[in-house]
């Protein structure tokens, strides 16, 4: 195993470690707070690479990195050589050599898994078909800013079994939550995912209907029904609607129970304006700690 400190996924770390990311997030967020500089990455560049588009991954890596004093450069794959062909192989033993880590949103998950093989930096997972983890870490500091350890709570996923669902069955296992998931049979969670959940002594549990899922729960989730690269939006539509998150299925969580999405959201699809608009939803404080929980990653990986 490589001694060089990727952030690929949730699962290959010891709680201890996702645990002092956090820290580290919220001690860059408060210094930020307070007006305090900390340019921890003075010197240092970080480049990025899309390989679909992005809004609130790409300013956030690029606003927190420039935040601590350090460059970035911001690649698509349709202007760089990634486009005619070069393998990924190659562009992380070049990238390497001019950059101090390299983060990469991409399809599939292998090419994230090449990138790390070949580069000499650390490389971040900015999310791929498979997972999302850096939006995971962002959720978890926001659930514990507003209720305190998420560890013995119970988190439920309501709507498509996709690439965000498998980070949270990841944070499950490792930082000790309940995860109740509502999917549509033929939309379920990952099973390769969910075998490794069994195996790990995580509590995951599938439930029947979206009601039977966030009933008494601490924090509902959902995500767009339709991801990036994904087919058959109609069908997809279809048999995700009894999933919708509104007032109603809201009502049926714990009193004090928050509503999260990682966004962008599809108004009137997965969840009503009334849910992510209402008191319960934590959605912008989510957005802005990509921010923080990244800078945390950041600051993991690179000291
Ligand atoms: N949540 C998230 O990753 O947003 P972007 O696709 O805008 O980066
Ligand atoms: N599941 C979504 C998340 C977007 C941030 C997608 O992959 O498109």
Known sequence: MSDISHFLDIHPHEPSVLREILRRSEVLKSQLKAGEVDRQMAGRTLVMIFEKPSTRTRVSFQVGFQQMGGMTVVMGDQESQLGRGETLADTARVLSRYADAIMIRTDDPQKLQDLADYATVPVINGLTDASHPCQIMADVMTYEEHRGPIAGRTVCWVGDGNNVTTSWIHAAVKLGFTLKIACPESLPPNPGVMAWAQENGGD????????????????????????????????????????????????????????????????????????????????????????????????????
């Open 204 to 303: 995951i549990q599938i439930a029947e209907t979206a009601q039977e899922a966030v009933s008494g729960c601490d924090l509902v989730i959902t995500d767009t029904w339709v991801s990036m690269g994904d087919e058959n939006p109609e069908m997809r539509r279809q048999v995700l609607l009894p999933y919708r998150v509104d007032g109603a299925l809201m009502a049926q969580a714990a009193t004090d129970a928050l509503f999260m999405h990682c966004l962008p959201a599809h108004r009137g699809d997965e969840v009503t304006d009334e849910v992510l608009d209402g008191p319960q939803s934590v959605i912008w404080d989510e957005a802005e700690n990509r921010l923080h929980a990244q800078k945390g990653i950041l600051s993991w990986c690179l000291n």
